[in-house]
Structure formats: C-alpha cells, structure tokens
C-alpha cells in the first residue's frame, strides 16, 4: 500500500497500516503498560478508543483514548482543535438518529453537546461528525475499543496516527506543499515549492498542506469569502 496507508503507534512509535493498527493497539505492550487495568476502586475510569476518520477522505485517521466521563463538549473541542478549526464554524455530531449541536436549535429537536460519552455510546457504535454547514468536513467515529484504567489528568489521549499522505504536484508530479484553494475544487491545485512560485491564482491563494481531512477547504485562504 501508499504511505497515505501509515500511521504511527503512539506508544512504541513504531509504523502501521491502517488495517493493522488497530490489532497492534490492542497487544502493544508499551500502550498496556501505561494503561494499567484498573481495579474497581474509586481511582478507576471507563475509557473510549475511537476510531476518527475523514469521512471522504479516510487517508486521514486516529485512534483517540477518551474517558467515558467526557462530555461530547470535550471531542468536539479536540476534534476541532487537531484537525478542524479554521474560523469558529459551527459543528454538530450525529448518534442514532439525533443531532447534538454546537448551537442547539431546540425548534428542530437539536441536543446539547453537553452529555457523557458513556450515556450515548457503546463499543462499536459509529457516528458521524461535521464541521462548517458551508464548507463541510464530515468525520466518521467508530467505537473500537472499551478499557478500564487508572483516572488521569489530560483528557484525550491520541493512541495513532496516520502519517502525512504524500501529496502529488499536480503540475510536476513532485512532492506538493502548498495547495490552492480554488483549484482544489478541479481536483489541480496540489503544487510543490517551485510550482507554486509561478501559479496563476497567485500566492494569497496558497495555503500549506497539512495533515488534517480539512486540508485546503474555507478560512485557510483568507477573507475574501467572509
Ligand atoms: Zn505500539
Ligand atoms: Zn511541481
Ligand atoms: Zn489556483
Ligand atoms: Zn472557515
């Protein structure tokens, strides 16, 4: 397989495909032994291990460890935070047939994102997350894993990631580095150092590529759409 395949094992740093991960996640030692099981005292917690991926472009994915006790609130701020956020666009998660919003609009039945990860998930339970009603990225979440651990302080803890998916120029063929953000919509706009220097939309169009499902979509490129 493309290296857009790769991801990366947080805990032992070692590369996997993505249809490996989730396997080595489960026996990686150096992950067990930080995440010793718990024993029924106060001190333990329920944790999530979720699997997040670009909606249309599964290349983009990570596996995230996340207390039950979290609310929605909290992986929506984390989502947003490591992939997502360009200008404060609204966002809303979809569970079984519910919406749990940003804003909530009571009229149209939205919730709140203020609820535990507990109360509305289960192991294997998939849904869907969106960024941005204009421009949006759409993430699909799947319940991987259950486990029981000591409390800890940080909330979400990234358990892999993929790595970054070569890009093409599209002009060259060389290794792109900048996208623009007009051209990407005829699926051309990949450009590499060089042939970014003499593109035609001009350099206010460019935006670097990044590692994120969002990768050259809406406030990156400036204001003139705001
Ligand atoms: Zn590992
Ligand atoms: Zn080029
Ligand atoms: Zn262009
Ligand atoms: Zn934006």
Not at 167 to 185: D, H, M, R
């Amino acid at each position: 397989m493309s290296k857009a395949d790769k991801g990366k094992c947080s805990y032992c740093k070692e590369i996997f495909s993505k249809a490996e991960i989730k396997d080595h996640l489960k026996a990686c030692e150096a992950r067990i032994k930080k995440h010793k099981p718990g024993n029924i005292s106060s001190d333990d917690e329920i944790y999530f291990g979720i699997l997040v991926e670009g909606f249309e472009l599964p290349e983009y994915w990570m596996y995230v460890d996340i207390p039950v006790s979290a609310s929605l609130k909290i992986l929506d701020r984390f989502l947003r935070d490591t992939w997502l956020e360009c200008c404060g666009h609204l966002s809303s998660f979809e569970i079984a047939g519910e919406i749990y919003a940003s804003n909530p609009v009571k009229s149209e039945g939205d919730k709140s994102m203020s609820v535990k990860l507990g109360d509305i998930l289960d192991k294997g339970t998939q849904f869907l997350h969106e960024y941005d009603f204009g421009s949006t990225t759409t993430l699909k979440l799947t319940v991987a894993f259950v486990r029981s651990g000591k409390k800890r302080r940080q909330k979400i803890e990234i358990m892999a990631r993929n790595l970054p998916p070569e890009i093409k120029c599209s002009e060259c063929g060389g290794i792109a580095t900048q996208v623009c953000c007009e051209c990407i919509y005829e699926d051309k706009g990949w450009l590499c150092d060089k042939c970014s220097e003499n593109h035609e939309c001009g350099e206010e169009m460019l935006l670097p590529v990044v590692n994120s499902p969002r990768v050259g979509v809406c406030g990156y490129c400036g204001m003139e759409d705001e």
